[in-house]
């Protein structure tokens, strides 16, 4: 049986050449065969050479690429290789004591509008794209058969599956599922709401950054601002600060950021978290501190709203300037895709100079490796950071 094709327009072909896995949309000159959104297709170059395999869908995104190799077959077993490619790369890089983390990471592994996150003995999962969507069955029982896994929830929701014309599916996929776990990350313990939690319930993706942290907190006196479940603040408790104040909006997030400093050995009356606006807690506060971690959530969804977006991450970064000591240092992240580096160390910059001061970066910041990304897509690098030490002028 062969697939249905999508013929490119000439010369459209070389972002996939170059390993880009998305073709959209005004790349493509003729679909043949009539494939359904989700169904595998064959890519073609204008004179016919195949270009790779990978799913078909009829919105901005026309074709996500899931291999090079135009002869071969998307079989279960092709599933069941990628899932064991990706369980193959965390052995490597998830580091000891630690027990959450991110098992598939949709592009970067090969599975576009795939992730799967590992919390303890459970996983939980989204599924953002119509062509992952056919193979879910598939997936789900790889998955358990693979990690040995007690319960497996679903939470493909959000703006993504809009687009792909899927509706949201919330729920058990397999097993039973507690509605929190307690996780182990690097030695320390935190509840996860694996159900209602933002993302899949943690921000794995700052596990490296956490411990960069806990490592400059000696004595320190530190502000962990938009603090979630406190995680970041956890670490630095660990690290010997002085005093930690945790700032969040949400009660129930600061509810089990408590919980979290007590059940690593910590004191929530020495490290003080706070229901507050970040923006007016920054604002009013007199405090002056050695360090700041600014972990927001992503002020800019889509390109129309960089620029509204630049406004909320210069502002907060202006008052965390202030508010640091001589020499304090800054951890300062977006999470926004499309805010580029640039531009926000442009942002940044800005910010650090109108608070009349200078800034020496000590260090990019990131994603862990449980979070790869394909080199060739740079989409996938949503996460970015700078680690500064801010100085007068
Ligand atoms: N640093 C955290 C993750 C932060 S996620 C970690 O490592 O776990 C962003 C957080 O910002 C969420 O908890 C959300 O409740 C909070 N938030 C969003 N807008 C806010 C605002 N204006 N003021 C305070 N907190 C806010």
Not at 96 to 123: C, H, K, Q, W
Not at 255 to 283: D, Q
Not at 296 to 302: E, L, Q, R, V
Request: proline share 5%; with cysteine; charged share 25%.
């Amino acid at each position: 049986m062969s697939y249905p094709r999508i013929i490119l327009r000439k010369g459209r072909e070389a972002p996939l050449r170059h390993g880009h896995p998305w073709v959209f949309s005004g790349a493509v000159a003729t679909v043949e065969g009539d494939p359904a959104p989700g169904d595998i297709v064959l890519a073609m170059d204008s004179i016919g050479r195949g270009l790779g395999l990978g799913f078909f869908n009829t919105g901005d995104i026309a074709f996500r690429l899931l291999t090079t190799d135009s002869a071969s077959r998307i079989d279960a077993d092709f599933w069941r290789r990628r899932i064991d490619q990706a369980i193959a790369l965390r052995k490597k890089v998830v580091p000891p004591e630690t027990d959450a983390y991110r098992l598939i990471n949709a592009e970067g592994d090969g599975m576009p509008g795939l992730v799967v996150d590992r919390y303890g003995s459970f996983l939980v999962f989204s599924i953002g794209t119509a062509g992952i969507e056919k193979w879910r069955e598939i997936l789900i029982g790889h998955l358990s058969a693979a990690v040995g896994s007690v319960g497996i929830y679903e939470r493909s929701e959000g703006r993504s599956r809009q687009l792909e014309g899927l509706p949201n599916r919330i729920g058990s996929a397999a097993g039973e599922v507690p509605a929190t776990a307690e996780i182990v990350e690097n030695g320390l313990r935190f509840e996860v709401d694996l159900m209602t939690g933002q993302k899949t319930g943690f921000f794995l993706d700052q596990r490296g950054n956490r411990e960069i942290i806990g490592a400059l907190s000696r004595g320190a006196t530190v502000l962990n601002a938009f603090s979630y479940t406190g995680a970041f603040s956890v670490y630095a408790a660990r690290g010997g600060a002085k005093r930690v104040v945790s700032v969040d909006a949400s009660a129930a997030a600061n509810e089990i950021a408590s919980g979290n400093l007590v059940r690593n050995g910590f004191s929530p009356e020495r490290h003080p978290i706070l229901t507050a606006n970040c923006f007016e807690y920054l604002r009013e506060t007199e405090e002056v501190f050695d360090l700041i971690i600014l972990d927001p959530p992503a002020f800019a969804k889509s390109r129309k709203d960089v620029e509204r977006s630049a406004k909320g991450y210069k502002e907060i970064n202006l008052q965390a300037a202030r508010r640091l000591c001589e020499g304090g240092i800054l951890a300062t992240f977006s999470c926004s895709n499309p805010v580029s580096v640039e531009l926000f160390e442009k942002i940044v910059l800005g910010a650090i100079q109108d608070a009349g001061k200078t800034a020496q970066l000590l260090r990019p910041l990131g994603a862990g490796p449980d979070h790869p990304v394909n080199l060739a897509h740079p989409e996938g690098l949503y996460l970015k950071g700078l680690l500064l030490c801010l100085t007068a002028k």
